[in-house]
């Protein structure tokens, strides 16, 4: 995966890695083709910063899922 390449693919391998990291439950509901390539960059500073910790408290996951909630396509 190259963040740098505004692709589809790259987009989905991001939020993939974000769902497999925090563990979300849930994961059907947060599906790629949900998000625009408009949006890139900011599931990209998503993905940065959720890769770059190694454990997050409850708030912190809600407010991760929060945020790609909204940066869903309504």
Do not use: C, P, W
Not at 33 to 42: I, M, N, P, V, W
């Amino acid at each position: 995966m190259n963040t740098k390449e505004h692709t589809r693919e790259n987009l989905s391998a991001m939020i993939e890695e974000i769902k497999k990291k925090l563990q979300i439950v849930n994961a059907g509901a947060m599906k790629a083709e949900h998000y625009s390539l408009d949006r890139f960059s900011d599931v990209e500073e998503l993905y940065e910063m959720v890769m770059k910790k190694s454990n997050f408290s409850v708030s912190e996951m809600d407010a991760i899922v929060t945020e790609l909630g909204n940066l869903r396509d309504k």
